[in-house]
Every structure is written in C-alpha cells, then in structure tokens.
C-alpha cells in the first residue's frame, strides 16, 4: 500500500516533466507503483532521493527506483528501530511516568511535542538532505547515529519505567495496609518476578498475540 | 438501573465517527501519535463527557500495548480503538447514578474487562483492510492502463490513494461502534453485579495493567544492562 502512497507523493514531479506526453507520465506513474516497503518516517529520505533522480532524467529515475528497493529495506531496518524501538517506547513510557506523578494533560502534551519534534526533525533533515545530495543522504543519516541514540534512548525507557513503578503504588494507594516501603517492595518483585517470568521463555497469561499480513 | 439509550446511542454515533480520525493517524496519515492510547482515549473521553476517566483509561492501556512492535509484517492489536473504545464508555458511565458512589478505578477496570476481549477482532479488522487496500494498487495499474489520456490516468491514481484512507476510516466506525455500544450495555450490568464490600480491591486491581505493560516492554527491549539500571533507579528511590 505503501506503493500508492509514494505515486501519489510524486505525481506533482512526473506532472512538472511529462505533463505534455500523456503516454510518457502514465508509464512513469506506473514505474512507481512497483512493491514499496519501508518504514513510514524514513521513507521521507527515498521520496527525496528519488526526486533528486527523477529530476535529472528518465533513465536516472529508473536508477533511483533500482536503488529505492534496497534503500527501503535498510531505512526500514533502521527506522523501525530508531522510532518504534526506540523513540515510541521513550516517550510513551515518560508520558506515563508523568501521568501518574501529576495526573493531568501534561501527560498528553509532552508526548505530542516531544515525539513530533523529533519525528518532524528527523523527517524534515533527510527528505532535505536527499532531494540536495541523492545517494549523499546515506552519510547524513549515518551521522545522526540513530542506533546509538536507541540505546540511549532505551536506557531512558527503563528509569522511566522503574520511576512508574514506584509511582504505581502511591497513585492506586497501596501503602494502605501495608506500609510504604513494603508495598513499593512487593510491587518491585511483582514486576521483577513477572519479568524474569517472561525472559525465561514461559507463556503468561499476558502475552499477547499479533496478526501477521 | 435507569439506562439512557438515546444518550448511549449519540455517544455512541460521536465516538465513532469523531474517533475514527485519530484511528487513521496509526497508520494511514499523519502518525503524529494522535492514536496512541494516552491520546485517544483522553479525546474518546471527552467526546463522551469526562475526560479525566478517559486519561486515567488512556495511561492504564498506554504500556499495556506497546511491547507490540510493527516491525516487518506483523500487525499488532489496535490499542487505537480499545483505547478510544474504552476511553468513550468510561467517560459515558462515569455519570450515571450507579457509578456516583464509586471510585473510578473500580469503573475503569471494568471498562477494560470488557473492551480488551476485542483485541483479536481489532486486528481482524486490520488486517482485512490491509489485503482490501493491497488490491487497490491493482486496481490503479487498471485504470492507468485503460488509456494514457492525462485526465482520466492522474486523477484515478489520487483517488485510489484516497478510498484506501476511507477504507481505513469506515472500517473504524463500525468497529468502534460495536465496541462501544456492546460496552454500553454490559458495563452498567457488571458494576450493579460487584458488591460494595469488594470495592477497595476492584480500585486497586487496576494497577496490574500498567505492570503486565512495564513487564512487557522491559522484556521486549533487550538491553544490556538493563536489570542494572532498572535495579539502580528503583534502590534509589527506596533510599531517598
């Protein structure tokens, strides 16, 4: 589907180049709707990439779309890694650990803001940085160290989600009874049991099931 | 129990139709985070009323979901539409008179009891307008070739990238629909079946959900080091 998405991204260009040969764009729309698969934010980066060839010559189009197949299968690696392993989980898992140390729509706002001031960022660098340098916009994105930024990133998710804990127990008043420390510890060694559960390889009742295509 | 069924239908009939936008930026447009739980659900309750039970909703199924990745071709739940789902009949039943001498957490978990089990019809519901939206390619291949005349060929390429999105979008009216009205009719039925005395513990049962989510991401990470810093944070914050 994706493959509809970037001919109707394009069509403007083609429309600027061919608009005079009907025969000519109907064939080069057609070139476009070829299996596209890649992750949606990076895609960003082959839609400027195969402006930046399509631009030059018919037969420089039909290289960029060659080398698009193996460009969306890197950036849908990396991408999907960066944003839906790294950024999502970050920023989901502060805006929660914000929720229930304040609850209110702070929560809500840090989670627009944040995600989308990177996601548009990162977006609005590569799509600039390969309709200017084509094939270039590899080293750009290469110096964004986004797998690095990952790591980062998941060792931010994981204080987050021991701050949450914690938070946990005041916000759903389990000291009641208990005691602060004790109930903060029992909730620990939930998490903690439930995890070491899980990495060991055993089915729990909460895993959950996803559809493949 | 006194049940308003003209005011259930027009929330209903909000949810659904409003609700179903934020149900497209997962991933037919924009996927600016508007369908993350925490955003939806906070939106669902505010169309329906009380958008605080729909933010408590919200951050409760915001990790719940989120150890599902959409990597390669996998389709996960759609958090999107439970969590407005959810987010929706929360904020409903939250004015009815039965739920006026209750804690909202006793409320919200039952909201959740009874939207979660359509998890695997979500992504049912994904996953066919995905195969219907793939045969639309075909379909524009079709119209390209039925002649290179300018203003038949561009206009039918725009189209079809346009009826994917409808797809998507009549797809999560229906499903939001049955979702919210089925809940409608069963939560109210469940709250007058829970005893007063059993309160406290349904207030607080809440909180395993936001657990089952942090257990699930921390196992999906993957990270080195991860049980060190995990362990470091928490002993910090017993310390001080």
Same mark, same amino acid.
């Given at each position: 589907m994706?493959c509809?998405?970037?001919? =109707?991204?394009? +069509?403007?260009?083609?429309?600027k ?7 000519r764009? +109907?064939?080069?729309?057609r ?13 960003a980066?082959i839609l400027?990439?195969l402006? &930046?060839m399509e ?5 420089m ?13 890197? =950036?849908?690696a990396?991408g ?6 790294g950024?999502?989980?970050m +920023?989901s898992?502060i805006a ?5 140390w304040?609850?209110g ?5 840090f989670?627009?803001l944040? =995600?989308?001031?990177? &996601?548009f960022?990162?977006r609005?660098?590569?799509y600039?940085?390969a309709? &200017?340098r ?8 290469d ?6 930024l990952?790591?980062?990133?998941? =060792?931010?998710t994981?204080a987050?989600?021991?701050?949450t804990?914690?938070?946990l127990?005041?916000?759903?008043n ?5 005691g602060g420390?004790?109930?903060h510890?029992l909730?620990l060694?939930l998490?903690?049991?439930?995890w070491?559960r ?9 895993n ?6 | /129990?006194?049940l308003?069924?003209s005011?259930?239908l027009w929330?209903?009939?909000k ?12 991933t037919?447009l924009l996927?600016?985070?508007f369908s993350r739980p925490l955003v ?7 169309l329906?009323? @009380?958008w ?11 990790l ?11 389709i996960?739940t759609?958090?999107?539409l439970?969590?407005?789902a959810?987010g ?5 039943l939250?004015n009815?008179?039965? *739920?006026q ?9 039952l ?7 359509w998890?695997?019809? %979500?992504r ?5 307008v995905?195969h219907? @939206?793939g045969?639309?390619?075909d379909e524009?291949?079709t ?5 290179p ?6 206009? *039918?390429?725009? #189209? ?6 409808? @797809?998507?979008?009549s797809?999560s009216v229906?499903a939001?629909?049955?979702m919210? /009205?089925s809940?409608?009719l069963?939560?109210p ?6 005893p007063v005395?059993?309160?406290?513990l %349904?207030?607080?049962l809440?909180?395993?959900?936001p657990?089952f989510?942090i ?6 990470? #993957?990270q080195?080091r ?6 470091g944070? %928490? ?6």
């Amino acid at each position: 589907m994706q493959c509809l998405g970037l001919a =109707y991204a394009i +069509t403007p260009l083609l429309e600027k180049l061919y608009g005079k040969d009907p025969e000519r764009l +109907t064939r080069r729309t057609r070139r476009y709707l070829d299996c596209f698969n890649t992750n949606p934010y990076l895609a960003a980066a082959i839609l400027g990439f195969l402006v &930046h060839m399509e631009s030059q010559s018919e037969e420089m189009g039909d290289q960029g779309l060659y080398l698009s197949s193996s460009l969306a299968g890197l =950036y849908g690696a990396v991408g999907d890694n960066f944003f839906w392993n790294g950024l999502k989980p970050m +920023t989901s898992a502060i805006a929660v650990m914000i929720f229930f140390w304040r609850p209110g729509l702070t929560a809500v706002l840090f989670l627009l803001l944040f =995600y989308n001031l990177v &996601h548009f960022g990162v977006r609005y660098i590569v799509y600039l940085s390969a309709l &200017h340098r084509g094939i270039g916009v590899l080293e750009k994105i290469d110096s964004l160290r986004l797998p690095l930024l990952r790591n980062i990133m998941g =060792y931010v998710t994981t204080a987050s989600l021991a701050v949450t804990t914690f938070l946990l127990v005041d916000y759903f008043n389990l000291k009641k009874g208990l005691g602060g420390n004790l109930a903060h510890l029992l909730v620990l060694l939930l998490v903690v049991g439930l995890w070491w559960r899980k990495k060991s390889g055993s089915k729990s009742s909460f895993n959950k099931q996803s559809e493949p295509v | /129990m006194w049940l308003d069924f003209s005011a259930f239908l027009w929330i209903t009939l909000k949810v659904s139709l409003f609700g179903a936008f934020c149900a497209l930026d997962r991933t037919a447009l924009l996927q600016m985070m508007f369908s993350r739980p925490l955003v939806a659900a906070t939106f669902a309750g505010a169309l329906a009323g @009380n958008w605080e039970i729909g933010l408590l909703l919200g951050a409760t199924l915001e990790l719940y979901f989120l150890s599902e990745i959409p990597v390669g071709t996998i389709i996960p739940t759609d958090d999107t539409l439970l969590a407005m789902a959810a987010g929706g009949v929360g904020a409903a039943l939250s004015n009815l008179p039965q *739920s006026q001498n209750r804690a909202s957490g006793t409320l919200a978990l039952l909201v959740l009891l009874t939207v979660l089990p359509w998890s695997a019809f %979500t992504r049912k519901v994904d996953s066919w307008v995905r195969h219907k @939206n793939g045969r639309l390619v075909d379909e524009v291949e079709t119209a390209l070739l039925a002649g290179p005349n300018l203003n038949r060929a561009q206009p *039918s390429a725009l #189209n079809y990238h346009l009826h994917g999105l409808f @797809n998507f979008y009549s797809a999560s009216v229906v499903a939001l629909g049955l979702m919210v /009205m089925s809940s409608l009719l069963l939560v109210p039925l469940l709250l007058f079946l829970v005893p007063v005395w059993l309160q406290p513990l %349904t207030d607080r049962l809440l909180f395993l959900f936001p657990v089952f989510g942090i257990v699930g991401l921390l196992s999906n990470m #993957n990270q080195k080091r991860q049980l060190a810093v995990f362990a470091g944070v %928490t002993t910090a914050l017993l310390l001080f």
